[in-house]
């Protein structure tokens, strides 16, 4: 199975401060399709999680564009851009490339 | 508007069989695959399995021995039955679609006697 190890495990910010969550993967997750299946997902405490980034990069629908996502290959990114009280929570990558679809371990964004 | 929700017992005792539905609207089960995710308490989410749109199904190899997921696409409902149940399966279950865009609310499992 493909893993996903995701780092920091927890992050500590203050509001308004940029940081990046990295997602390294075991095996190349670009398809032979041409398409890279690994999106960015956040748990707000108490919630389902919530898509944010899929396909490395594309934000989804109704998603502030403070977040961005970069990589490729087994190298990925996630950006806040000036976080806000809104974005604590835990913050999760996963693959669909390969089967079966697996998730990073998770990083926990509070505040400092 | 597309909305997922799951149903079940809550409380499952030890060996026993745990059924779940998720009952789906706003999309046909024909159209989108949905998904089987769980979260054990104050842990990471795992993936358990799928039914693909055109009824085909995929597991988790280390939970595919005793789990199982079918649909009712005439009542828009997906199943998940997983036996023998352990004090490690107890978390919430969650089921998801449109790839990972859609999520139901979760239902909690306890499995204890």
């Known amino acids: 199975d493909v893993v996903l190890t995701q780092t920091p495990p927890t992050l500590s910010a203050t509001i308004g401060q940029s940081v990046s969550i990295s997602c390294r993967s075991s095996?190349?997750?670009?398809?032979?399709?041409?398409?890279?299946?690994l999106h960015w997902l956040l748990q707000r405490p108490g919630q389902s999680p919530q898509l944010l980034i899929y396909l490395v990069s594309r934000l989804e629908s109704g998603v502030p564009n403070r977040f961005s996502g970069s990589g490729s290959g087994t190298d990925f990114t996630l950006k806040i851009s000036g976080v806000e009280a809104e974005d604590l929570g835990v913050y999760y990558c996963?693959?669909?490339?390969?089967?079966?679809?697996?998730f990073g371990g998770g990083t926990k964004l509070e505040l400092k | 508007q597309v909305q997922l929700k799951e149903s079940g017992p809550g409380l499952v005792q030890p060996s026993q069989t745990l059924s779940l539905t998720c009952t789906v609207s706003?999309?046909?089960?024909?159209?989108?695959?949905v998904h089987w995710v769980r979260q054990p308490p104050g842990k990471g989410l795992e993936w358990m399995g799928v039914?693909?749109?055109?009824?085909?199904?995929d597991y988790n190899s280390a939970l595919k021995p005793r789990l199982s997921i079918s649909r009712d696409t005439s009542k828009s409902q997906v199943f998940l039955t997983m036996n023998s149940l352990q004090t490690e399966d107890t978390g919430i279950y969650y089921c998801?679609?449109?790839?990972?865009?859609?999520w139901g609310q979760g239902t909690l499992v306890t499995v204890s006697s």
């Open positions: 095996q190349s997750l670009l398809h032979s399709n041409g398409n890279t299946y």
């Open positions: 998801n679609a449109g790839g990972f865009a859609y």
């Open positions: 996963v693959q669909g490339t390969h089967a079966p679809r697996t």
């Open positions: 706003g999309f046909s089960l024909t159209s989108y695959n």
């Open positions: 039914i693909w749109s055109g009824g085909n199904t």
